[in-house]
């Protein structure tokens, strides 16, 4: 059976890419999202009713409840859901205006919870589902410059990690996707960079706004070998909770995990003290 796939964010990026691997390389059927739905128009005439094409802004309820009703009207269940429509804010705690910083923790972190919240008792039903949640390593350290897209992921780790522990009962998966740099417009248009302090002027700040500038269009990640994993990990019974994405991912993890261990095992006789005797 064909499995069906609801898709947010596919006007560019890894949902574009992997909605257009899944029609073009499997018979699966793709609940396709944009909040410019008219930019899938082409997905649409290309591969007619094999997927249905959504305008979908996750900051509104009502189209997610209503994406959400037609997905299940049209194709009957949700098999797979990739909570992928999100973008980045750079620039220090002090120069992001408040506007900013709960417009990206609108849309990456509550727009990811709503979007699941109205998808579970879709797939609690069928006794069936894998959710994927797109973080970043940008969930897994952070960076002087980047403090509140990584607080946007760091979120999306935790409440991904506990949900995999809630719904595993229902037969339901959940895979946090952690991508390093990718080629894809993160760095570009989908990427907010506040204006910047001249106080924060040649700090490490300075340096998170030149490696963006620098690296836009240069990134080793493959967002088709991406999408090429994603659909791997679908496939698989016993999928992993985390996957990390790209050389770079894996050895600034396999760093920040040596470094937590130094510390801790330096400090790590005042942390036991804290008990009662």
Known sequence: MSKVWFITGCSKGFGRVLSEELLAKTDSLVVATARDASVLDTLKKKYGERV???????????HIKDAANQALQKFSRIDVLVNNAGYGLGGALEECSMASIRNVFDVNVFGLMEMTKAVLPIMRSQNYG????????????????????????????????????????????????????????????????????????????????????????????????????????????????????????????????????????????????????
Request: glycine share 6%.
């Open 130 to 277: 894998h959710i994927f949640n797109l973080s970043s390593t940008a969930g897994l350290f952070a960076t002087a410059g980047m403090g509140m897209y990584n607080g946007t992921k760091y979120a999306v780790e935790g409440i991904s990690e506990a949900l995999s522990a809630e719904v595993k009962t229902f037969g339901i998966n959940v895979t946090i996707i952690e991508p390093g740099p990718f080629r894809t417009d993160f760095m570009g248009s989908s990427l907010e960079m506040a204006p910047a302090l001249p106080a924060y002027h040649n700090t490490a700040v300075t340096q998170t706004r030149n490696y963006c500038d620098q690296s836009n269009n240069t990134q080793k990640g493959d967002p088709l070998k991406a999408a090429q994993i994603i659909m791997q990990l679908a496939a698989m019974k016993n999928p992993p909770l985390r996957m990390p994405l790209g050389n770079i991912a894996m050895d600034r993890i396999h760093v920040k995990l040596e470094a937590l261990k130094e510390e801790l095992t330096k400090f790590e006789e005042i942390s036991r003290s804290a008990d009662y005797c």
């Open 52 to 62: 249905l094409t959504l305008k979908l802004d996750v900051q509104n309820s009502d």
